[in-house]
């Protein structure tokens, strides 16, 4: 059950769905290495799943409401499955605790529609992947892509040790074939790989994708930071390191004012005072937002506005977003009334 994508459907545009909610079951739990599970949904009633592309990830609604984002890690060409690689962290917000230890194979989870903000560029000639621990998930779909679609690329896989690497043995051909590099550290960060050296020369039509904990994604950030706007793509599923707003937004630095937000479709209107996220509104009337991260990195909330002018104050949208979609937890409004698709 596989649907072939074009080159365009694969790598052009990434998905727009405003998060939509499918009923799966988790069908298997499988190892992978120390602490760290795939899970994989089908649809709850056997049909197929919604298409989607390299990079993309999915909400997942955990037991007790909390929902979380994971990365799609299955080659974008399957429909009957979604495979998602989870590290069980004891330090993190319970997310991913809460899947080890509460899904079950054949219990039914809400998960959303693919959201891909992390996708492929189409004009790459040659594609960089540097993965840092389950930042992996991501990017082995991407290598499925890039693979089957015979383009250059290399993936720099830093871990710190074999056992708690995954997908160590889909690799190993292309260790062998000089396509993916591992560095193992051990613990030790004078053996991490030299990221200044592997990045100091640009080649051009080379891009360049990372994703990783939340150090090696700004150590990546600075050495390539001489690197062409465009060509440097990454995701981050935590506000540490990440930029609270674009250059633009942060030059805007008038302060909150009340705004109106307007629903078109259930002709309601609001007013949202300074201090309050438009969810928070939203949701105190009862009207039903799916919220996870609240701080504008994680695009469960987003949502399509209609008329208006947004202020907007997340990190996933790019320009193109931004003209259609605005996120509502952190976002507020530069003109008087912001109206939403909702
Ligand atoms: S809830 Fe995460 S971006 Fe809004």
């Known amino acids: 059950m596989e649907a072939v994508l074009t080159r365009d459907e694969a790598v052009a545009r990434p998905e727009r769905a405003v998060p939509r909610k499918i009923e799966a079951r988790v069908n298997s739990i499988t190892s992978l290495a120390e602490d760290v599970n795939a899970f994989e949904f089908v649809r709850a009633d056997g049909s197929a799943l919604p298409a989607f592309t390299a990079g993309s990830h999915i909400d997942v609604h955990l037991p007790g409401g909390t929902i979380r984002q994971y990365s799609l890690c299955n080659p974008a060409t399957e429909r009957h499955h979604y495979v998602v690689a989870v590290l069980r962290d004891t330090a993190g917000r319970g997310g991913s605790v809460a899947m080890h230890d509460m899904l079950r194979a054949g219990q039914t989870v809400t998960i959303s529609v693919p959201r891909n903000h992390f996708g492929l560029s189409a004009d790459a000639a040659r594609h960089v992947f540097i993965a840092g621990g389950i930042g992996i998930t991501p990017i082995m779909a991407m290598i499925h892509d890039v693979q089957r679609r015979g383009e250059a690329f290399h993936l720099f896989y830093c871990a710190r040790a074999p056992q708690r690497t995954a997908f160590l043995d889909v690799l190993q051909p292309l260790i062998d074939a000089g396509d993916v590099s591992m560095h193992f550290d051990g613990g030790d960060p004078c053996n991490r790989l030299d990221l200044a ?29 001489h690197w062409p706007e465009g060509t440097r793509h990454c995701e981050r599923f935590s506000a540490a390191g990440a930029p609270a707003h674009t250059a633009e937004d942060r030059a805007d630095q008038r302060p909150d004012t009340p705004f109106e937000v307007e629903l078109r479709r259930s002709r309601q209107t609001f007013t949202v005072q300074p201090g309050e996220s438009i969810a928070d509104v939203l949701r105190g009337h009862g009207v039903d937002v799916d919220m996870s991260c609240c701080e504008g ?23 193109d977003d931004r003209e259609e979609f605005v996120m509502i937890c952190c976002a507020r409004s530069k003109s008087p009334t912001l109206v939403l698709d909702i």
Do not use: F, K
Not at 199 to 221: K, N, R, V, W
Not at 299 to 307: N, V
């Open 297 to 319: 990195y994680c695009g469960t909330c987003m949502t399509r506005y209609l008329e208006g002018e947004p202020l907007h104050r997340d990190t996933v949208l790019d320009a």
């Open 197 to 225: 050296r592997t990045l100091a020369q640009y080649a051009p039509g080379t891009h360049l994708y990372y994703c990783g904990p939340s150090g090696l994604m700004d150590a990546i950030e600075t050495a390539s930071a």
